[in-house]
């Protein structure tokens, strides 16, 4: 799980699960740079906004064209509700836990 705040005034914050990550941001046309302070990589996308959604796709990262082509999707919401690794970890072990007594119960 994944998130981003854009600020107006250049700044984002960038969320992976409960983990913040912070840094500015430029847009120039449908280009849409990032750049984390701490390591000064850059990482440019096109954007493409669709009513609430938001598709970024990886252009460039610190000045190479990826190998594979990556597409990310983003929908606008009000509020942040990010679980936990812990969290998510644990539904895992769930659904993990629930399959496997629904194969021994078949059989």
């Given at each position: 799980?994944?998130?981003?705040?854009?600020?107006?005034?250049?700044?984002?914050?960038?969320?992976?699960?409960?983990?913040?990550?912070?840094?500015?941001?430029?847009?120039?046309?449908?280009?849409?740079?990032?750049?984390?302070?701490?390591?000064?990589?850059?990482?440019?996308?096109?954007?493409?906004?669709?009513?609430?959604?938001?598709?970024?796709?990886?252009?460039?990262?610190?000045?190479?064209?990826?190998?594979?082509?990556?597409?990310?999707?983003?929908?606008?919401?009000?509020?942040?509700?990010?679980?936990?690794?812990?969290?998510?970890?644990?539904?895992?072990?769930?659904?993990?836990?629930?399959a496997t007594e629904t194969a021994n119960e078949a059989e």
């Amino acid at each position: 799980m994944s998130a981003y705040i854009f600020y107006d005034d250049g700044r984002y914050d960038s969320y992976i699960s409960t983990v913040n990550f912070s840094g500015r941001y430029t847009i120039k046309g449908n280009e849409l740079t990032i750049t984390n302070p701490s390591t000064n990589k850059d990482i440019v996308f096109k954007y493409t906004v669709n009513n609430k959604e938001l598709t970024l796709s990886v252009i460039e990262e610190d000045g190479e064209a990826p190998d594979e082509p990556e597409v990310r999707k983003y929908d606008r919401v009000d509020e942040l509700n990010q679980k936990s690794v812990a969290d998510l970890l644990g539904e895992i072990a769930k659904k993990n836990q629930d399959a496997t007594e629904t194969a021994n119960e078949a059989e």
